[in-house]
């Protein structure tokens, strides 16, 4: 690919496409990915603040805080959907919605 060409405009091959050089545009906020990655990282750190500030009730579970453990894990799986989505985006060419 040419140094100047962005992956937004550059066209498809024509192996690939009957249409020859359509636009490209990455999926964005209706990528799944970044959808779990959003709600995974909102209880995450609901979970994280509730094991900060309010009672762990260590009793139940052995010693451990669990609301916090919990969240910290769902924050790290958060970071990794939402970086998933970054580093390797999801494109659709422009006229998908046209083609039903």
Do not use: C
């Not at 937004?8 to 359509?22: D, I, L, M, V």
């Not at 139940?60 to 985006?89: D, E």
Request: charged content about 15%; hydrophobic content about 45%.
């Amino acid at each position: 690919m040419p140094e100047n060409t962005t992956p937004e405009t550059a066209p498809e091959s024509s192996a690939g496409s009957s249409t020859g050089g359509t636009r490209r545009h990455q999926a964005g906020a209706f990528d799944i990915r970044n959808i779990i990655g959003w709600l995974i990282g909102a209880y995450g750190v609901i979970l994280v603040l509730m094991g900060a500030f309010a009672d762990p009730e260590t009793d139940k579970t052995g010693g451990v805080n669990a609301n916090l453990w919990a969240g910290i894990a769902m924050l790290v799986v958060s970071a990794v959907f939402l970086g998933w989505a970054r580093l390797r985006p999801v494109y659709v060419p422009d006229g998908a919605a046209d083609d039903d």
